[in-house]
């Protein structure tokens, strides 16, 4: 009798001790949550990582040469230089010749214009 209370008690300190292991502030559940979030910042770094490569490339050309000025004035502004024409082509609208015919003629509902 004796032995079997020594026993559970033991079994009993042994849980109260694994609980803060398992649920505590530094438990394993938490180390795993973190490093989930680890992996998940070293991602996101890793994109900004590469946009800002790009960003410094393009202050870069920017900043050395006048042609990557030129470009991004035409490409973003639209500009163009004297002398020169600038030429734009328009695709033409498809839907509007496949409207319904009928509602450009007067339907018998209407009534006449007066003569």
Excluded: C
């Excluded at 770094?45 to 870069?60: F, I, K, P």
């Excluded at 000025?69 to 609208?93: C, S, T, W």
């Amino acid at each position: 009798m004796k032995l079997k209370l020594i026993s559970l008690v033991l079994i009993a300190l042994l849980a109260i001790l694994q609980y803060p292991l398992w649920f505590g502030k530094g438990g394993l559940m938490r180390v795993h949550e973190l490093n989930r979030q680890v992996a998940e910042q070293k991602s996101v770094n890793e994109s900004l990582r590469l946009r800002n490569q790009q960003m410094e490339g393009d202050v870069r050309s920017l900043s050395d040469g006048v042609e990557a000025v030129e470009e991004r004035a035409r490409n973003d502004f639209g500009m163009v230089k004297n002398g020169e024409v600038y030429i734009q082509l328009v695709q033409p609208d498809t839907s509007k010749s496949n409207a319904n015919p009928s509602a450009s003629k007067p339907s018998s509902a209407d009534p006449k214009p007066a003569q």
